[in-house]
């Protein structure tokens, strides 16, 4: 059996990931900020569709968490063949570039790029030691977004995050692709989550007016397919790639 590792996966894209994952024959590792006691709902949802499954309570953000969780995975699981780096945050007050505070910049920075970085650094040293399986030792997955290459001036940190969170994408391929351990990055756009329900009368209006041309909300389960298509043995030429999960968001249209 596989092993996955998903940060963030308490909830949303994570936890619909982490469906995906162990509905089609992995063993699913989730780090959440907090015991698997404090998400019922979650558990019990993973728990019914017969996913097999361990959680590890640590904040993506701290040094020590990080490598901690990274330990109790490779603890419970031996080999680790994918990691989805999924845990992000949103700014906690959305204002102007120009106010933006150093404070909340760091906030966001610290989660969604620097503990995307230093999570990967953890469990690709991991992932080189292991045999292969199938054709290859593991597989990466970073969950960015449509805000990678889209401004939104009221939450300028989360568009850095994310564009840095390509980079790093493309870091880790380059260097891990000797190592048969290939890098990918999906980019959802307007997903239906926690997150984006405080803007949701804003996104009802934008996909009223045309401007995602399959015109409805993205669900949690489109990025989920997304993830489980890039760990098949099908990718096995291609490392550094990344895909818009975002109803054609992407595309220019005069």
Known sequence: MKNALITGGSRGIGLAIAKELGTNGYRV???????????PDSSRALKEAGVSCCW????IADTEDRKRVAGQAAEAFGDIHVLVNNAGVAPRVRGDILTMSEENY??????????????????????IEQELCGGRRGTIINISSCSAETVSIDRGEYCVSKA????LTKLYAARLAREQIYVYEIRPGVIQTDMTSKAKEKYDGLIGEGIFPIARWGMPEDVARAVMA???????YTTGNYID??????????
């Open 29 to 39: 590792g989730i780090m959440a900020t907090k015991p698997e006691e404090h998400y």
């Open 56 to 59: 590890f309570s640590g904040n």
């Open 106 to 127: 760091d906030y966001v920075m610290d989660t969604n790029t620097k503990g995307n970085m230093f999570m990967t650094q953890l469990i690709a040293r991991k992932m």
């Open 164 to 167: 840095g969170i390509s980079m």
């Open 230 to 236: 890039f760990c098949s043995d099908d990718f096995c």
């Open 245 to 254: 999960v975002d109803g054609g968001f992407h595309i220019r249209q005069l």
